[in-house]
């Protein structure tokens, strides 16, 4: 999922620098939250790249919509991944299209984000009825769908840091299949694949990545960890 600029590279650098000062940010903060290199945020803000495959995640880092950076200049530059539905709702507004949130919740694959108490909506994603039958055929409801911001290399191959992760809020239990969850605990939120063992009731929090590390939740400890929702799709297009 990416936003394409035609024209005024310079002009998005600019509102980019703009946010990121107005918020305090350095570019090396803005780069480590968006995901990205400082470099990468140092072109954008001199226009000196094409590339906005990240303008996702920098929005989002950005506490602002991708639709908020590309009409604040809209004369020059052409939206053509994300549309916006004529309200902020994202129920049905017809028969064949589902509006999916994107939330302003980062997960760590790593050592962990701090939970916020409450998510923002930053922006939505416009999908068809059919595409969801097709790539989420066990998906609990349309109701429960969001996309949040990835954040780590702990879970690479399968997913990259700043892919957006498509989750199914609805699914609050671990089942045996060793599944990827998004989940909170002690007071950090990640995304890790779990696994419950029903014999002796430790949960296996593993990495995908051979080289980061697995730890276990004992049954003590079970209380202090709450699923949030199951990763179901990873915006790379891999199902998960």
Not at 39 to 46: F, G, R
Not at 66 to 81: G, I, M, N, R
Not at 150 to 159: C, H, K, L, N, Y
């Amino acid at each position: 999922m990416l936003l394409r600029l035609n024209r005024a590279m310079k002009t998005l650098g600019n509102i980019i620098r703009k946010l990121r000062t107005d918020k305090g940010m350095t570019q090396g903060e803005l780069a480590k939250a968006a995901g990205m290199k400082q470099s990468d945020i140092s072109k954008l803000e001199l226009g000196n790249t094409q590339e906005t495959t990240g303008i996702v995640r920098l929005a989002i880092a950005l506490g602002v919509s991708p639709v908020y950076l590309e009409t604040l200049d809209d004369k020059y530059a052409e939206l053509t991944a994300f549309e916006a539905p004529p309200s902020a709702s994202h129920k049905l507004e017809k028969d064949s299209d589902i509006y999916v949130p994107i939330t302003n919740a980062t997960a760590a694959m790593g050592g962990g984000y701090h939970q916020q108490e409450a998510d923002a909506v930053v922006d939505v994603v416009r999908v068809t009825k059919n595409w969801v039958k097709t790539e989420l055929p066990h998906l609990s409801s349309v109701e429960n769908l969001a996309l949040i911001t990835a954040i780590g290399d702990s879970m690479e191959p399968t997913f990259k840091s700043g892919d957006l992760l498509l989750v199914d809020r609805g699914v609050l239990t671990i089942d045996g299949n060793s599944s990827i969850y998004v989940f909170s605990y002690g007071g950090l939120m990640f995304v890790k694949r779990l696994h419950l063992n029903p014999v002796t009731k430790v949960i296996h929090v593993r990495s995908d990545n051979k080289y980061a590390d697995s730890w276990e939740v004992d049954e003590r400890h079970r209380t202090e960890l709450s699923i949030l929702g199951r990763v179901i799709y990873a915006w790379n297009s891999k199902r998960l």
